[in-house]
């Protein structure tokens, strides 16, 4: 039997591997054509929109994260109580089997750690107000150095006008080179009577153009003078003004011990002690007497640049007029030198040695013109460049504003946080009951969340033992929230959170209340991990019972009046986050601007930006896009299908089914 030969057999496995390899061609392509995409929405830069893309404005509002978890009404018989921090125990306020209400303090810790922490955050506040009006003295000053600025340009722009008196100077430089030059051509080629008429009435409109040029630059030397003379006294009631701002703020912080630093730092004194004293009451009348100074020299300022901007005016107009008077002259004398020329033009072609001289130096007198006219431009340049540089500055200075009222917003929560930890040195009862037992003794360390497991109380037999505590309460009726919340939201659940509550068996009704306690071991169900979450309620709504379902809404954190966009607008790669900044031209054209951006608190729906964008400023809406270390979006790759997470049923399923056949 003729086998054949070798090469001539099919293989089998030839339509296979072609499979293989077209399959992984398209997957190189799709691979290519998504880390292009990555690219360009990551590390693009400025780009226009061939198609109108959605876009939202950078404004101050509110952030607010939020967690959201279900759970039903309870009635314990029992509530364990426990501090929310760690300390010594300064004082234990009950006995075992007294009875207590809602409110009475049960035991205390040492406050000491926590007060200084709150004195400190209190200075960090009083720090931070100072620096808002640093900043704010900043803007003004920045504001002024803009006035000073727009006021060198408009005097640069003014003297590249053909009327300046630099450009009449120039101009008449020429116009004498010129008739140097064609009183050499009437020399050479003695030309008729008509010839010195047309000549001698150049001559008078040149003079009339010299008078009131003459007139012009007197004229103008008053205006500058008026203008002057109104930014000195500007600029020295600037100065008495900020000497008597510094005065003020300087008295207010010296006499700290009296005056409240907060309301010091907003123009209003007012004292923090009491009983007032003469002492206190003299430092509050020189506290008045120095914020009124303050706002008289304020007044005063405000009123000189309302007296500038007039002078500005004032002489822009006078100016315009004399460049009026001057501009027609000027026509005049350049119709009679026209009329002259035209009578000359015929005598040109017997020029002389003289004519020859003479246009030599028209020629030098008009290389100086062009240089004087460069010269004036650039200068014009120059100064609109530092109006463009002084409102930069005014911008970042605004900026530092928002910056410093940022930094005393963290500052105040801060502070709010400290006070909390302060007020949680206290352990007070959440509900009325029993004492059942107590969990330590004066001079032990207790920590948040538990108490000493060093000692026991004696009358613990009182309690069923199901609930654990500091203190437990017993012949407890009231009701509350058991909830639970998932694993990656335990985190940023804590102790005295506000929460607020919705009941359907009760046609949704409200009522608000807070975190008492969360869970420190999880509960694992199904691969997913849970932590328990018990809440307490501010009011009990009419007809609650226990058993009936409940929602509850936890807020995390939250910043109030800081600078925002939707986080749909944020893209975050790793540690980078950037949003796209879109400008409209007046023809309707937008240009995308890839925008680096520190960010604040990620809520709910806003994310806080800390720096890198202002108010006010357009951003693309975007949709959530937040990227591994990888530079890919987590999300998929727009327009690659299956690609997204590379599943079974995408290319990797195709290319397994053209392996098996």
């Known amino acids: 039997m003729n086998r054949g030969n070798a090469w001539d057999m099919p293989n089998p496995l030839g339509p296979q591997r072609r499979r293989v390899t077209v399959v992984n061609l398209l997957l190189v392509l799709v691979l290519v054509a998504a880390a292009l995409w990555t690219y360009q929405r990551v590390n693009g830069g400025n780009s226009s929109a061939s198609t109108a893309v959605r876009t939202t404005t950078a404004r101050l509002t509110d952030v607010t994260a939020t967690v959201s978890a279900t759970g039903s009404v309870t009635d314990p018989s029992e509530v364990g109580v426990d501090f929310a921090s760690s300390g010594t125990l300064t004082s234990i306020r009950v006995k075992l089997g007294q009875r207590v209400r809602k409110g009475q303090v049960l035991a205390t810790i040492d406050p000491t750690t926590m007060r200084n922490a709150y004195n400190q955050q209190r200075a960090t506040v009083s720090s931070a107000s100072a620096n808002i009006a640093q900043a704010k003295a900043g803007v003004q000053q920045a504001q002024l150095s803009l006035t000073q600025a727009r006021y060198n340009a408009t005097q640069a722009t003014a003297a590249t006008s053909p009327t300046s008196s630099a450009m009449l100077q120039a101009q008449q430089t020429l116009w ?92 209003v004194c007012s004292l923090t002690v009491s009983p007032v004293t003469d002492t206190a009451t003299a430092i509050l009348n020189t506290c008045i007497a120095d914020q009124n100074k303050s706002t008289q020299a304020y007044t005063a300022w405000t009123n000189d640049q309302t007296t500038y901007n007039i002078a500005v005016a004032s002489r822009t107009n006078s100016l315009a007029a004399d460049a009026s008077a001057v501009t027609a002259a000027v026509n005049a004398a350049a119709q009679a030198a026209q009329a002259y020329q035209n009578a000359i ?93 107590i969990s330590g003794s004066v001079g032990q360390t207790v920590s948040s969340g538990s108490g000493s497991s060093s000692i026991a109380s004696s009358a613990s037999s009182a309690s069923s033992g199901t609930v654990s505590g500091f203190i437990v309460l017993t012949g407890v009726s009231a009701l509350r929230v058991q909830a639970s919340v998932t694993e990656g939201d335990a985190g940023n659940v804590k102790i005295g959170q506000p929460a607020t509550f919705t009941f359907d068996a009760l046609n949704g009704a409200t009522t608000t209340g807070k975190v008492s306690w969360v869970d420190l071991v999880g509960t694992t169900s199904g691969g ?88 006010g400023q357009e951003v693309e809406f975007g949709s959530t896009s937040s990227t591994g270390a990888n530079g890919f979006p987590t999300g998929g790759i727009p327009g690659a299908g299956g690609l997204g997470g590379f599943g079974g049923g995408g290319s990797f399923g195709a290319l397994r089914r053209a392996t098996q056949g």
């Open 176 to 267: 004498q080179a010129q008739v140097a030059f064609n009183n050499g051509v009437l020399s050479d080629t003695q030309t008729s009577q008509n010839l010195a008429s047309l000549k001698q009435a150049w001559d008078d409109a040149s003079a009339k153009v010299t008078s009131l040029q003459s007139t012009n630059s007197v004229n103008s030397q008053k205006y500058d003078q008026s203008v002057t003379n109104a930014y000195t006294t500007l600029n020295n009631d600037y100065t008495a003004y900020q000497q008597a701002a510094t005065t003020y703020s300087n008295y207010v912080t010296s006499n700290s011990a009296y005056l409240d630093q907060t309301k010091g730092s907003q123009g």
């Open 528 to 615: 997913v991990t849970s932590y328990g979450v018990t809440l307490d309620m501010d009011t009990v709504p009419a007809g609650l019972k226990p058993g009936m379902s409940a929602s509850v809404t936890i807020t995390t954190a939250s910043a109030t009046n800081v600078l925002a966009v939707p986080a749909t607008s944020v893209t975050t790669t790793g540690s980078r986050s950037t949003v796209t900044v879109v400008t409209t031209d007046a023809n309707g054209k937008q240009t995308l601007t890839r925008t680096n951006v520190t960010v604040g608190l990620k809520g709910d729906s806003m994310t806080e930006i800390t720096s890198g964008l202002s108010a």
């Open 345 to 437: 033009a015929a005598q040109q072609a017997n020029g002389t040695l003289n004519t020859q001289i003479n246009a030599q130096a028209l020629k030098i007198a008009q290389a100086k013109y062009n240089d004087t006219v460069a010269s004036l431009q650039n200068a014009q340049v120059q100064a609109e460049n530092a109006v463009i540089a002084a409102q930069n500055a005014v911008k970042q200075a605004q900026n530092n504003v928002i910056a410093s009222q940022a930094s005393l917003q963290n500052a105040n929560a801060a502070l709010a946080v400290a006070a909390t930890n302060l007020a949680d040195t206290t352990l007070t009862a959440p509900v009325a009951g029993r004492v059942a037992s």
